[in-house]
């Protein structure tokens, strides 16, 4: 069976600096834009665990409790 590659998400690369200037932005810093444009999650440094965190409280708030799986 030949092995599946995890899609990566979108990297923004943000050559002006105007993100960085907004946001204070430092080496080593997480940023989560939600699709509506507002601010989602920001972490520094960055890490799997806190970003997990996060997304898991997000998902969970909106499962309707009656669709257990």
Not at 7 to 36: C, H, K, N, W
Not at 50 to 68: C, D, G, W
Request: proline share 7%.
């Amino acid at each position: 069976m030949p092995h599946r590659r995890a899609r990566s998400a979108p990297v923004i690369v943000d050559a002006a600096g105007e993100f960085q200037t907004t946001y204070a932005a430092t080496g080593g810093s997480g940023y989560l834009v939600r699709p509506d444009g507002y601010l989602g999650f920001r972490a520094t440094p960055i890490g799997t665990a806190a970003l997990r965190n996060h997304l898991e409280r997000v998902f969970a708030a909106q499962t309707p409790t009656h669709l257990s799986w």
